[in-house]
Structure formats: structure tokens, C-alpha cells
């Protein structure tokens, strides 16, 4: 069964930091690249970064640059977004998802998370 856990959201100030994880089970995780993507209410669902099957190329959106990394751990199966500098507007319910292509674009991705909601308030 292939399974994406998301976990690490929470509620956070503006200005500070959050790292999200995504466990992934049920399939080759080296084979597949990653992305997350985020679903603020009442807003359609936006790429967030995505990272290739290796590691080696990134790519963030324009919002986020500067702010948040993407990574992987092979061999922990283990995708992470670390979240810097956190704004208001980042307020959104999280999730990662997997497919063959390193791209933001969710049409191409083959398996998603369950989400976890990000909400930044004072």
C-alpha cells in the first residue's frame, strides 16, 4: 500500500520556522521525485518546491524562494521542507506528493499525502 504521511505543521509566529516531513512507504521512494504543494482557504492549490529523484535539482516557487529548502533522505525514505522566515500568507494546509518528474505541477504527480495544516499567527 503505498502511504505519504505528512507531520510538522502547526501553529507558528510570523518570522519563524517549521520543518515539515514526509514519510513514504508502498514504493521505490529513490525512483520518484517529490513536490509539495499548499491549499490556503478559499485558494486553489499552489506548488510549493519540488525535489528530482536524486537530490541533485530543486526548484522553488517565486513566494518561498530564500525562505524554504527542500530535502531528502534516501534512505530514510524521508522527504522535508524546512520553512524560515514564515509569513501570514503561508497559512495553508500542506501536503507532498510523488511522481516521476521534478515539477510543481500536480497534473504529474502518481501518489499524494494527507496534508498538514501550517497556520501563521500572532
Known amino acids: 500500500e503505498v502511504q505519504l504521511q505528512a507531520s510538522g505543521g502547526g501553529l507558528v509566529q510570523p518570522g519563524g520556522s517549521l520543518r515539515l516531513s514526509c514519510a513514504a512507504s508502498?514504493?521505490?521512494?529513490?525512483?520518484?521525485?517529490f513536490a509539495w504543494f499548499r491549499q490556503a482557504p478559499g485558494k486553489e492549490r499552489e506548488g510549493v518546491s519540488s525535489?528530482?529523484?536524486?537530490?541533485?535539482?530543486?526548484f522553488y516557487a517565486d513566494s518561498v524562494k530564500g525562505r524554504f529548502t527542500i530535502s531528502r533522505d534516501n534512505a530514510k525514505n524521508t522527504v522535508y521542507l524546512q520553512m524560515n522566515s514564515l509569513k501570514p500568507e503561508d497559512t495553508a494546509v500542506y501536503y507532498c506528493?510523488?511522481?516521476?518528474?521534478?515539477?510543481?505541477?500536480?497534473?504529474?504527480?502518481?501518489?499524494w499525502g494527507q496534508g498538514t495544516l501550517v497556520t501563521v499567527s500572532s
Open positions: 508502498g514504493f521505490t521512494f529513490d525512483d520518484y521525485a
Open positions: 506528493a510523488a511522481g516521476y518528474i521534478a515539477t510543481m505541477q500536480s497534473m504529474f504527480m502518481d501518489y
Open positions: 525535489i528530482s529523484s536524486g537530490g541533485g535539482s530543486t
